[in-house]
Antibody, heavy 118, light 107 residues
Framework: EVQLVESGGGLVQPGGSLRLSCAASGFTFSNFWMSWVRQAPGKGLEWVANIRDNGNEENYVGSVEGRFTISRDNAKNSLHLQMNSLRADDTAIYYC???????????WGQGTLVTVSS | DIQMTQSPSSLAAYVGDRVTITCRASQVISSFLSWYQQIPGKAPKLLIYAASILQSGVPSRFSGSRSGTDFTLTISSLQPEDFAIYYCQQTYNTPHTFGGGTKVEIK
């Protein structure tokens, strides 16, 4: 069974940093592209970033480019999101997701809440 | 960025009704279109990928179709467990943008 378990969320002040992690199990992690998707309270889904299976390509939504960095450790079956210069509008539940071979997000974690507030 | 315009933003329907939700892409995205269902408080769940292929385990009352840059999710006979928010997403170009969502409520 595919499992994605996020951790690392919490309360952080504006301008601060946070590192999210996602532990993957139940599949060959190194064979799949992965991504982060977020959802602000009471709002819709927003795609944040993705990373190639071998880690050699990353893509970001414009609002986080230069502030967030997605990375992965295929030896440890883990995905990460380093978030710097956090702003109030980064407040959201962050989901770790897996792409299937048809470029759809077929597995989602339970999410981790990031709150940016003073 | 590719804009995904979803309509309606909400609808109310009876159990047993046929429900149709539409998503329009701002440019050609071929069939790189997925549909997700989100029950409030839960993570989204993939329903349809490649515009019309049903994800394993998803009931056959769900279907998807494409006409150019217009995409449709149809629920043939709405069931109580289908009351949720539905999102489309394009994965043709990054950023892989989502539609604004359609909330399906009980009438």
């Amino acid at each position: 069974e595919v499992q994605l378990v996020e951790s690392g969320g919490g309360l952080v002040q504006p301008g601060g940093s946070l590192r999210l992690s996602c532990a993957a199990s139940g599949f060959t992690f190194s064979n799949f592209w992965m991504s982060w998707v977020r959802q602000a309270p009471g709002k819709g889904l927003e795609w944040v970033a993705n990373i190639r299976d071998n880690g050699n390509e990353e893509n970001y939504v414009g609002s986080v480019e230069g502030r967030f960095t997605i990375s992965r450790d295929n030896a440890k079956n883990s995905l990460h999101l380093q978030m710097n210069s956090l702003r109030a509008d980064d407040t959201a539940i962050y989901y770790c997701t897996r792409y299937n071979y048809h470029d759809s997000l077929d597995s989602w974690g339970q999410g981790t809440l990031v709150t940016v507030s003073s | 960025d590719i804009q995904m315009t979803q309509s309606p933003s909400s609808l109310a329907a009876y159990v047993g009704d046929r429900v149709t939700i539409t998503c329009r892409a701002s440019q050609v995205i071929s069939s790189f279109l997925s549909w997700y269902q989100q029950i409030p408080g839960k993570a989204p769940k993939l329903l349809i990928y490649a515009a019309s292929i049903l994800q394993s385990g998803v009931p056959s009352r769900f279907s998807g179709s494409r006409s150019g840059t217009d995409f449709t999710l149809t629920i043939s006979s709405l069931q109580p467990e289908d009351f949720a928010i539905y999102y489309c997403q394009q994965t043709y170009n990054t950023p892989h943008t989502f539609g604004g969502g359609t909330k399906v409520e009980i009438k």
